[in-house]
């Protein structure tokens, strides 16, 4: 045994010998790669393909050509897609579990193909799909499979597209959600107004007040499960909760006389903030729903309004007067010091705090125009997105990527429209309602 | 003066001198031819002219001769007789009498208030006082181009390519085939590159507005990148299989006189040929940069930078499974496995036909490590 410990020291030390020996005479050189550095791109619509879903039985296959629009339309209408027309497809996809005939999608350009299948059994239906990256042959993700009565095959179709829009983008979607509106019809001095809800895209809108009183700025609760309004029915603007649900509605306790409007959920959603007039004044208060304690935010003789929480609930941006001019405030949660964001030419308003948290969108007038624009929370990079005769009240998309507004045209036959609008300021587009729109307010992803 | 009565003078010397002389140069009359005539009587002279008179009297113009009728034609028949047919009339029927329409209601009048009376002063309105006239000079410079409102935003602002141009990132110019080359040529279409802007144009920044900053690209200069700290190649030795009877000191010893006497036999050689010049690198680099789409990356992927490494086949192309991310820096797994997933899409896609790479130093770029910095990107 020592001997053979000894004979491996030995090899031991003719190793440490040998090696620089040989070093010296080969003097390997290391294999380098070429290397570059690519930081100039491209933006644009990204080629995507979604032939029909394959029907799993009879009677599907209309079902599985209206899902496949749906998830399209959707894809295409956040701006960041772009759909190769099915003229243009070379192969067919009629077996879900085939493989993928790639070199058919690279020669028509398409990045993403979204293959489907759908089942409608009785009044239940199953869709499920995979997304492929064609180039590089390999599917993203695994496959999803979803189920729901025929009723909601909408919501199926827009979950799909979620789905292949997180996986590329690598954030949420925004198409399952819904949004809660002003529904406007008559000429400007004799319109009615009541609340109603669609799809995000505007289908299926239905109407939860009617018209026989005035109602403003709706809001989304954190969940999508109520709604706070501003209603005239007592003659004065009073502040309402409305179950989405079951239709029910309650006011919140305020002092008769007392003039209160502009709220807004907290994230947690039980408090509420909002303006309540006294006198020339306006000021912040906020509430607790369950208990119905007031707490005021702001005693300046100027005129605060249109608070909005961040999405952490420590801090509330809001509008306010005090320099003279409307600008954008930012102040703690329970009052305190308030600090001017707003620094440019015109005057700001409406802000409303991104669920990102970075971005405050707003809107501003300046030299006889209306903009929605973004801005950092200290003010920096103010964009404007809009340029209209009157463009108001913007909402924030759950992914925080798209910006809902309404647009009002000029003149006693004006009509008011609501617009979305991309966070870049591209791909601006008009959201189709039976009746004019406004003040959207954008509820979180449905569950 | 003068002149008028010279003249007077001198007429009138010549008529007194006429007058006084005109006998001394009368001239001797013209001599005048004489004919003899005889007279003769009215009654000679008609016997003189009945004498030359012809015997029988000529014929007169107004004599008239008949011409004979030309020959009627044969065969022809006589006009048809045309029946007169009556048409039938139908019995028109009665026209509908058209009852007297109801006299219009009488219009309400409505007296329409006078139109208020411009009011009118005497006095003359202020002219103003025109402009003084300056002389407008040329600008010396073009206006500034406005940035092209375009779905597709790209580093350098491309404008719309000809609409018979296949698109494709390299412009090239068709080729047709000709009789009369002396080199043939492979016919080719056309193709021009994609039309892009260099910056998003929002609603609220006009097209026609100034831009505020210079639409020139900016300025690119070909980056080294930081050499990377290179890690030395970890040869491991092949595992032999060692007789089950001996000891784990006889493996080492036998690995350790393996290691010695054989060194690893792969070991890295000097790529060979010239070395890439930065041209060839920028050729490389700006074709997959125009592939390289961030537009649907996440704010948080645009922060983050990965690096990539491919294996490329001596024609240029890269293999599809050797694209592997080497490292990432700036962002979530999550952020880091969406860049990734743009960026093989664009090593992919536009190396499908092989990216333009001298092929006499395949040595050089036979593997490539590419570093997507989404930085500048994130501004436009």
Redesign the interface.
């Known amino acids: 045994?020592i001997l053979?410990?000894l004979?491996?020291c030995a090899?031991?030390l003719?190793?440490v010998s040998?090696?620089p020996v040989?070093a010296e005479s080969?003097t390997?050189?290391?294999?380098?790669?070429?290397?570059?550095?690519?930081?100039?791109?491209?933006?644009?619509?990204?080629p995507f393909a979604t032939p029909d879903f394959v029907p799993e039985n009879a009677g599907s296959a209309k079902m599985g050509a209206d899902l496949a629009r749906v998830v399209a339309a959707d894809l295409q209408g956040s701006g960041?897609?772009r759909e190769i027309p099915n003229s243009a497809v070379i192969s067919q996809v009629s077996d879900f579990g085939a493989p993928v005939q790639y070199a058919d999608w690279?020669a028509i350009n398409a990045?993403a193909l979204v293959v489907g299948a759908v089942n409608v059994s009785g009044g239940n239906l199953t869709v499920k799909f995979r997304l492929y990256?064609v180039?590089?042959?390999a599917e993203?993700g695994s496959g999803l499979q979803f189920q729901s009565t025929t009723d909601g095959w909408r919501r199926l179709a827009h979950k799909v597209a979620d789905a292949v829009y997180s996986r590329?983008?690598?954030?949420s979607g925004y198409f399952d959600s819904r949004v809660v509106y002003v529904s406007q019809s008559g000429p400007k001095d004799k319109r009615k107004k009541r609340l109603a809800i669609m799809d995000y895209d505007g289908a299926n809108v239905k109407y939860l007040t009617d018209s026989r009183a005035i109602v403003l700025a709706p809001r989304f609760s954190p969940n999508g499960d109520r709604v706070l309004y501003t209603s005239y029915e007592t003659g004065f603007p009073r502040i309402y909760v409305l179950e989405v649900g079951s239709v029910q509605r309650r006011v919140l306790e305020s002092a008769e006389g007392v003039m209160s409007f502009a709220p807004r959920f907290s994230p947690n959603g039980q408090t509420v903030v909002y303006s309540q007039a006294s006198g020339s004044n306006t000021d912040l208060f906020t509430m607790d729903i369950s208990s119905g304690r007031t707490q005021r935010l702001t005693s300046a003789p100027s005129i605060e309004t249109a608070p909005s929480y961040s999405p952490d609930g420590t801090q509330i941006v809001f509008e306010s007067d005090r320099s003279g001019a409307p600008q954008l405030y930012v102040m703690p949660a329970n009052g305190g010091e308030a600090r001017r964001i707003s620094f440019g030419e015109g005057r700001y308003g409406t802000p409303v705090w991104s669920p990102?948290g970075?971005l405050v969108a707003f809107t501003k007038q300046s030299k006889g125009r209306f903009?929605i624009?973004v801005m950092r929370l200290d003010g920096k990079e103010e964009?404007?997105?809009?340029?209209?005769f009157l463009d108001e009240a913007p909402t924030w998309s759950p992914n925080g990527r798209v910006i809902m507004f309404h647009r009002e045209t000029q003149g006693a036959s004006g009509s008011s429209t609501l617009y979305s609008?991309d966070i870049?300021?591209?791909n601006?587009r008009s959201v189709r309602t039976p009746e004019g729109g406004s003040e959207p307010s954008w509820s979180p992803l449905q569950k | 003066m003068h002149v008028g009565q010279v003249i007077s003078g001198s007429g009138h010397v010549v008529l007194i001198g006429w007058v006084l002389l005109g006998g001394l140069f009368q001239s001797d009359p013209l001599p005048i031819e004489a004919t003899e005539v005889s007279v003769i009587s009215g009654a000679d002279f008609e016997a003189l002219l009945a004498a030359r008179q012809p015997a029988t009297p000529e014929t007169g113009p107004e004599t008239e001769t008949e011409i004979a009728q030309p020959a009627q034609p044969e065969g022809v028949e006589e006009p048809p007789v045309v029946p007169q047919v009556s048409e039938p009339v139908e019995d028109a029927a009665a026209p509908e009498v058209v009852a007297t329409p109801p006299a219009d209601d009488a219009p309400e009048v409505t007296e329409l208030t006078a139109p208020p009376e411009a009011e009118v002063s005497d006095t003359p309105p202020e002219q103003q006082t025109p402009p003084e006239e300056t002389a407008v000079l040329v600008p010396n410079q073009a206006e500034q181009a406005v940035p092209l409102p375009s779905d597709r935003v790209a580093p350098e602002p491309v404008a719309q390519p000809d609409p018979e141009a296949a698109l494709d990132p390299v412009q090239q110019d068709a080729v047709v085939q000709s009789d009369t080359g002396e080199t043939p040529q492979e016919p080719q279409e056309a193709t021009a590159p994609e039309a892009a802007a260099d910056q998003i144009v929002t609603e609220a920044e006009k097209p026609a507005a100034a831009p505020r900053t210079s639409v020139r690209p900016p300025a690119r200069r070909p980056t080294r990148p930081a050499a990377a700290p290179a890690a030395d190649p970890v040869v491991e030795p092949e595992p032999r299989t060692a007789e089950s009877t001996s000891s784990d000191t006889d493996a080492a010893v036998q690995a350790a006189l393996e290691a010695a006497l054989n060194p690893p036999s792969d070991a890295p050689a000097a790529p060979s040929g010239p070395p890439m010049s930065a041209g060839e690198k920028d050729v490389l680099r700006v074709a997959v940069s125009s592939c390289w789409n961030v537009g649907s990356l996440s704010s948080d992927a645009l922060k983050t930078t990965v690096t990539l490494g491919v294996s490329m086949t001596p024609d240029g192309k890269p293999v599809s499974g050797s694209v592997t991310l080497l490292g990432s820096e700036g962002g979530t797994a999550a952020a880091a496995k969406q860049a990734y997933e743009t960026a093989r899409r664009a090593i992919i896609r536009c190396g499908a036909r092989g990216y333009d790479l001298p092929a006499d130093k395949y040595e050089q770029w036979k593997e490539i490590e590419m570093t997507f910095n989404p930085e500048r990107m994130r501004i436009k």
Do not use: N
């Open positions: 045994m053979r410990v004979i491996a090899v031991m003719v190793t040998v090696t040989r080969v390997p050189v290391p294999k380098e790669p070429l290397r570059i550095v690519i930081d100039e791109g491209v933006i644009e619509p990204l960041l897609f690279k990045e990256d180039f590089s042959g993203l590329i983008t690598g954030e990102r970075d903009h624009g964009r404007l997105l809009t340029a209209s609008v870049t300021g591209r601006l």
